[in-house]
């Protein structure tokens, strides 16, 4: 086990050190103390190292990360895992804006809640929500599945894509284009392996699936009244 | 951007600590805001008397027979406080409407930053630490106090342009954000008789609420109305003489965490600026809704 003590030696210290970690390093576990909320904590890392961080972080933790796996003993700022290719983010408090926005893979687990625009823009990250979720998630969500044990705020998949939303509670309201859709047995078997992924022990057959319209991805010539 | 933070103490004890856990707080805020900052602080009581604070660019001559000419003008002892280039006027506290307009008149230059029985507000150009430094602001004492670190973007980097903006008698106001509709409101507030002196946003914001009290709402219904009446994006941190009360716009895209312990609830634009606070790792600490009144009082 490393440590490496944000307070002593500097985030930009931190950020090289676990970037340079080549994908056979030996050095696969590490500890980050005093984060402090500083931002950009452990982003951009590309080899398949464990690295927990003691507290919260500010905004963008974990971002842009690929293979590694970072666990978060606190809550997170705005953008945790945002644009995550890879690995997975665990955090084990609360998450604030947009977390996991516009990620293309990996698995991010919010032990919390998250807040507003949760999986904005998400292009196939799998997005794990304990608690509630906020307004505006997954707006514009083109792949990737956001599962929501608690409740979804307002605009639930505004303009959504083709992302799977899967939310266990209420829905305050659905966005544009945003229904709810027949939960088949291959949705129950994708929920099933990403609780346990996420180790939340919840049963798919509590879920409800929503989706895609898909009213908004051609023109329609009623409609031209509204541009 | 801008950075916001305040503090509101329920452990009477830490009130000696206020102005130096408050600076702290508003200098790690210095990237979200390093144009200017302003601090408003809630003291003691001057048993019966309200404090008037004023601004001058040039307070050496100012401020040097103020207080004389004062109170020779409205005929009662004035007492007279210098700090930088802010001065605390101590008057009767039915004289504080005669003393605005005479301060008007004897120095045209001057600018009233606040008035209350409790309430002082310091605000100037400048990196938070150095603006901090010249009022000595971790020296102060008191029971609430809300800072503000300023990224200009609606108005001119200038004083008036800092926050916080008084709202009224030991009200005060800062803003994280920009009002869209603050030209058309700033005009039907003119016609309303409201007093708005710059093109500032906030300002705006800051004589809306102060309008709808003057109209019978309380701070809390005031803010409520704003969540309808203001369009545009903003966090708002009030202070009352006993409270201080948090509102986000419906949309609530500019960052704010929250902490609660026994001893005091905290506001900051990001959790950085809550990380010293004293038992701030055992703290309830959460983002607080949108469009959702949060009051504090004591």
Not at chain 2, 92 to 104: G, H, S
Not at chain 2, 174 to 183: D, E, R
Request: aromatic share 6%; hydrophobic share 40%.
């Amino acid at each position: 086990m490393q440590t490496f003590d944000v307070a002593e030696n500097g985030l930009r210290e931190l950020n090289q050190t676990l970037q340079a970690q080549s994908v056979d390093t030996n050095q696969t576990n590490w500890e980050v103390k005093n984060p402090k909320g500083s931002h950009a904590i452990a982003v951009g890392l590309d080899a398949p190292i464990e690295v927990t961080v003691k507290g919260s972080t500010g905004y963008y933790c974990a971002g842009m990360n690929q293979q590694a796996t970072v666990r978060v003993e606190g809550s997170v700022g705005p953008g945790v895992a945002e644009n995550m290719m890879s690995g997975t983010v665990v955090v084990e408090g609360d998450a604030s804006q947009y977390a996991g926005a516009t990620g293309h893979g990996g698995l991010l687990v919010i032990k919390g809640n998250a807040s507003s625009r949760c999986g904005i823009s998400m292009k196939g990250i799998d997005i794990v929500v304990q608690g509630n979720i906020g307004h505006m998630c997954a707006f514009m969500a083109q792949a990737g599945n956001l599962v929501v044990c608690g409740d979804a705020g307002d605009a639930l998949g505004d303009s959504l894509y083709e992302a799977r939303l899967f939310v266990r509670g209420s829905v305050k309201s659905l966005g544009a284009d945003c229904v709810e859709k027949e939960m088949r047995p291959e949705h129950i078997e994708i929920l099933k392996d990403l609780l346990d992924r996420a180790e939340i022990d919840a049963k798919p057959e509590d879920f409800k699936r929503y989706g895609s319209a898909r009213n908004l991805y051609n023109f329609d010539v009623d409609n031209s009244a509204a541009y | 951007m801008c950075g916001i933070v305040g503090l509101f103490l329920k452990d009477r004890t830490l009130e000696p600590q206020l102005g130096a856990m408050l600076t702290d707080m508003l200098i790690t805020m210095t990237d979200r805001g390093p144009d200017s900052a302003g601090i408003a602080i809630y003291g003691s009581e001057a048993n019966g008397k309200s404090k008037l604070t004023v601004q001058s660019d040039d307070p050496d001559a100012d401020f040097a027979s103020l207080a004389d000419e004062l109170s020779e003008q409205i005929g009662s002892a004035v007492s007279l406080q210098r700090n930088d280039t802010h001065a605390v006027l101590e008057l009767e506290a039915a004289q504080v409407e005669a003393a605005r307009a005479t301060v008007r008149d004897l120095r045209p230059g001057l600018r009233v930053m606040s008035d209350g029985e409790v309430i002082e507000i310091y605000k100037e150009v400048g990196l938070p630490e150095d603006v901090a430094a010249r009022f000595d602001l971790s020296k102060m004492s008191g029971t609430h106090g809300i800072g503000h670190t300023r990224m200009a973007t609606e108005s001119a980097v200038t004083t008036e342009g800092a926050h916080p903006f008084s709202t009224g008698a030991d009200q005060c106001l800062v803003h994280n954000g920009s009002l869209s509709n603050h030209n058309s409101l700033r005009r039907k507030l003119k016609r309303e008789g409201v007093r708005v002196e710059s093109m500032n946003d906030t300002e705006v914001g800051a004589a809306y609420l102060t309008w709808k009290m003057q109209q019978g709402a309380t701070l809390g219904e005031a803010l409520e109305n704003s969540i309808e009446d203001l369009d545009g994006f903003f966090n708002f941190v009030v202070g009352t003489k006993d409270g201080f009360g948090v509102v986000r716009d419906p949309i609530a895209c500019k960052p704010a965490v929250m902490a609660e312990t026994d001893q005091y609830v905290a506001f900051g634009s990001e959790y950085r600026a809550l990380v010293n606070l004293p038992g701030i790792e055992d703290a309830k600490v959460w983002e607080p809704e949108p469009a959702t009144v949060y009051f504090w009082s004591h």
